[in-house]
């Protein structure tokens, strides 16, 4: 009975994985691999041992394990104050650690060049401040710059994963360990964190396979030197047409993903306990003395520098013309690119309107939005409560799939495999919203697992003592008291969908572009006119994807929102 | 207050946004002395607690110990101990990890501490736990291993919140005998906060009665009992009987005007008054040297004493009589019989 039932809230996640998934995937592979001659396998496992592929992969874990470290040690300080400090414009500075998230690889590389590269504004001030031929600060094509680039997009992951079961964790066992003796360090470090440590294991897992597969940042901002394997896939598949090799190179890029997942998935049902989750109201406090309300306001703004400077940067130079050569530069204020985007100079056929665009973008994101909580809800339900069932402990690494693949491969995928019948979706709108709950899909699982998980047995049993069936006690326990990370779901759901852009630029209709879509049109043209525009697009990108944040944020689902 | 020695509590007051949840409160703990803070849910007694312990800062006041300040001193360095509401056990450490916690923080050389840990669960009668996942322990046993916890470091202050909250009446009743003998057998300063005036007699050497984050009285439990100081302190023992009137001056004392008839009293009183009829002084068969006629209306049975709801000239009274007192049944006519030393007294707040 209890079998059944857990398998009955298995069934549409399940469906929909291996539907929009793994035939599209397994599609592309098959079609790749059956390219291979007779004799020709032996010699494509033996080039994987190559020092060339050896480089690509030990640079692909260096690079990740320290971009996640750094992201920890910078996101763990800001979570807590998110978490447990009350302070003015706390929800606007929620909302601008997420932007970064939500933008196209395209427009953050933008952004660092329009502040760091040879012409950015700080070359260009320190130029002319010093008086230099040559602009004094190397950043693009480094591995600081890969770097940097990694923490400012996800370090909202860990703001949010880890701020939110913070923000409910019971401050009284921290408070039991002081009168105990320990003090504040001896606290964080033997109660605070080991409970924490199920939320940022679920965060820096995140993190690590995002940056693990990261191909936009390392192929714009760290230049030719440095190759991740996603990047090796794609030189593999567009520069050498070797699809053999790509697809040999994504499953092992798959593979490593599932082992990490697994990894992680052993160590989180260790890690997890029943936690009496308290009401946000109860855990938060004013900063109380000086020095605290100092270093809090460092760490503040630390991190809103390090966030809004190359945000600022791109949005300043939406606004700007750069008239003349270096040196002796003049800058104009104009509103020409904002404009010029809603005329249609080339008289390209698939020309369309921001307004088209952002339109657009904005129906696929609630789309996605209804998708992926639907089916991450029933999910992340059945693996929270059935934890040790043999179901649960296989189906879990499933989930996180999708992020371990490329969006480049499950775009190639969708188009080779859902465009024939019984599934010719190719026309349908929807065909971008799955896609972008594919990737949405392990975001939204991981940020509800751990509420999930913490909820105290006993609260549903008294449920269902009280005659609750249990359609009614998740609908009046597990629903409610996982409201919050509900919305932190949403919210990475819309910002994913928003911003993405590597399978939406494969499989989306040309007439209907998302925003990312037309700035990369725009990028892709010459002239400082085009990339004018592109910054004036990405500026209003910028305001879309925070305004519909600031939404999520506000929206609550009958009482469900504030606890 | 004690300005000398144990705890120092001297015009404390904390804000929370509008409410004033501990508002000018003062008393003093001796070296060795249990002390009860009684008050109804609400009252201010665990923000109390809690600045004593130094997890909240008092707005106003001051807080010592031995006649030193403690304002800036930390929690952990204040060497007490604190029992919370429901435990706050560790849930990642096992039962001897949770009680081991404090005497690591406190730098207890490692072979003594295993010693302690087991001297500590024999004290509160849990030998062999150690092992145990704090997860799935009872509720009284989870409050034993918080005591355990919060007694290992040999604490000079041991503040319990509401300890037996949650547990069942027969394991209370229990456990309040235990938990005072292990208390005084250790002779251990404790503060105890409660709500309930049978668990804070039984505990504690002194109690102090709190309403509306003040200090309503503070005395042994006999005083509070024979003699509470206000209405409030009156009502919260379980006397209801209190009736306005207006008081005048007479030969050899005053007389109290009220809806059930004029008393005699002792003391110089003028105006209105509150005039309580204890429950627990009064016969029902009309022997003393005050009598009522009234109408009996029900009666509860509580074991030895019985409860009855008595009509007096229209007023419902309550009264506590022996259950071997002969009485007529409901509806039936009686009269009450007292003395007005023992049975009476005027509030004038």
């Not at chain 1, 690079?63 to 606007?92: D, H, M, N, V």
């Not at chain 1, 104009?334 to 088209?356: C, K, M, Q, V, W």
């Not at chain 1, 709950?437 to 940020?447: M, Y």
């Amino acid at each position: 009975m209890k079998l059944r039932y857990a398998f009955l809230l298995w069934l549409a996640p399940l469906a929909f994985l291996g539907i929009f998934y793994f035939y599209p995937l397994g599609n592309i592979l098959a079609v790749s691999l059956g390219r291979l001659r007779e004799g020709e396998a032996l010699a494509l496992l033996r080039s994987l041992l190559s020092p060339t592929i050896q480089r690509v992969v030990s640079f692909t874990f260096g690079q990740a394990t320290l971009s996640t470290l750094l992201t920890l040690l910078l996101g763990l300080p800001g979570a807590y104050l998110i978490a447990r400090c009350e302070f003015r414009g706390k929800a606007l500075f929620q909302a601008l650690s997420g932007i970064p998230f939500v933008l196209p690889t395209l427009v953050v590389a933008a952004a660092f060049n329009a502040l760091l590269g040879p012409r950015g504004w700080v070359n260009l001030a320190l130029m002319d401040w010093l008086s230099l031929r040559q602009p004094p600060i190397q950043f693009l094509n480094t591995f600081t710059a890969i770097i940097v680039a990694h923490v400012f997009y996800n370090l909202t992951i860990v703001l949010r994963i880890v701020g939110d079961f913070w923000s409910h964790l019971d401050p009284r066992l921290a408070q039991a360990s002081q009168v105990l003796g320990a003090s504040r360090l001896q606290t964080l470090l033997r109660v605070t964190l080991p409970l924490l440590l199920p939320a940022i294991a679920a965060a820096a897992l995140l993190v690590f396979i995002f940056d693990f597969t990261s191909f936009g940042v390392i192929l714009v901002l760290g230049g030719p030197r440095f190759a991740t394997l996603e990047v090796e896939i794609y030189y593999q598949a567009i520069s050498l047409f070797n699809l053999p090799m790509a697809a040999t190179l994504a499953l092992l890029q798959l593979f490593c993903t599932l082992a990490m997942t697994a990894i992680y998935t052993r160590l989180a049902a260790g890690l997890s306990r029943p936690l009496g989750l308290r009401p946000r109201r109860f855990t938060q406090r004013r900063l109380a003395t000086w020095s605290i309300r100092l270093s809090a306001t460092l760490l503040l703004g630390l991190i809103f520098v390090f966030l809004v400077t190359p945000l600022a940067a791109l949005a300043v130079r939406s606004f700007i013309r750069v008239d003349g050569s270096a040196g002796d530069a003049t800058l104009v204020w104009t509103l020409d690119y904002y404009r010029e985007l809603s005329i249609n100079r080339r008289g390209s056929l698939f020309f369309a309107p921001p307004s088209t665009a952002i339109a657009v973008s904005l129906g696929y994101a609630a789309a996605t939005v209804v998708l992926a909580l639907g089916l991450g809800l029933l999910a992340s339900w059945a693996l929270a409560r059935h934890e040790s069932a043999l179901l649960s402990r296989l189906l879990d690494p499933l989930l996180m799939l999708p992020l371990g693949t490329s969006a480049v491969t499950l775009g190639l995928g969708f188009i080779v495999a859902l465009d024939q019948p019984p599934l010719d979706l190719r026309a349908s709108p929807l065909l971008v919203p799955l896609a972008h709950t594919l990737v949405a899909f392990p975001f939204v699982v991981r940020s509800l697992i751990p509420s999930l998980r913490s909820i105290r047995p006993r609260l549903r049993q008294a449920a269902s003592v009280l005659g609750a069936s249990p359609r009614q006690v998740m609908r009046t326990i597990d629903l409610p008291l996982v409201g919050r990370a509900l919305l932190v779901a949403a919210t990475f759901a819309f910002t994913i969908s928003i911003g993405e852009f590597g399978a939406t630029a494969l499989i989306a209709r040309p007439e209907y572009p998302t925003i990312p879509i037309a700035i990369y049109r725009y990028l892709g043209l010459p002239g400082a006119l085009n990339y004018g525009q592109a910054m004036a697009l990405s500026t209003i990108l910028m305001g879309v994807a925070s305004g519909g944040m600031l939404a999520i944020e506000r929206f609550r689902i009958a009482e469900v929102g504030e606890f | 207050m004690n300005q000398g020695f144990g705890l120092g509590v001297d015009q404390i007051h904390k804000r929370f946004g509008d409410i004033h949840a501990v508002a000018g409160v003062s008393f003093g703990v001796f070296p060795g002395e249990v002390l009860a803070l009684l008050g109804p849910s609400g009252c201010g007694k665990s923000t109390a607690l809690a600045l004593i312990a130094g997890l909240e800062r008092p707005d106003r006041g001051e807080i010592s110990w031995d006649g030193r300040s403690l304002r800036d001193v930390p929690p952990h360095e204040r060497g007490f101990g604190l029992m919370f509401q429901d435990y706050a056990l560790f849930p990642h450490m096992n039962v001897f990890d949770n009680i081991a916690y404090g005497l690591r923080m406190g730098r207890w050389p490692t072979d003594r501490l295993g010693e302690r840990v087991d001297e500590m669960l024999e004290l509160v009668s849990l030998p062999g736990f150690g092992h145990r996942d704090v997860n799935t322990l009872s509720g009284g046993e989870q409050q034993r291993v918080a005591l355990a916890r919060s007694l290992g470091p040999e604490p000079r202050l041991l503040m319990l919140d509401e300890p037996l909250g949650s547990l069942d009446r027969n394991l209370r009743e229990r456990l309040v005998s235990d938990l005072r003998r292990i208390l005084k057998s250790m002779h251990q300063t404790a503060i105890y906060v409660t709500h309930d005036q049978d668990e804070a007699f039984a505990m504690a050497d002194r109690v102090a009665v709190m309403n509306a984050g003040r200090l309503e009285q503070l005395d042994t439990p006999q005083v509070i009992y024979s003699h509470p100081a206000s209405t409030f302190v009156a009502r919260f023992m379980g006397m209801t009987n209190l009736l306005e009137g207006i008081a005048r001056t007479d030969p050899g004392g005053s007389v109290v005007e009220t809806a059930v008839g004029e008393f005699p009293v002792e003391g110089q009183f003028q105006g209105k008054v509150i005039l309580l009829l204890r429950p627990d002084a009064v016969r029902p068969d009309g022997v003393g040297s005050l009598r009522l006629p009234g109408s009996l209306l029900s009666c509860s049975f509580r074991g030895s004493t019985c409860q009855a709801t008595i009509e007096v000239r229209g007023v419902p009274l309550k009264f506590d009589l022996l259950s071997s007192s002969a009485l007529p049944p409901p509806g039936e006519l009686l009269t009450l019989g007292f003395e007005p030393g023992e049975a009476l007294q005027v509030f004038t707040n």
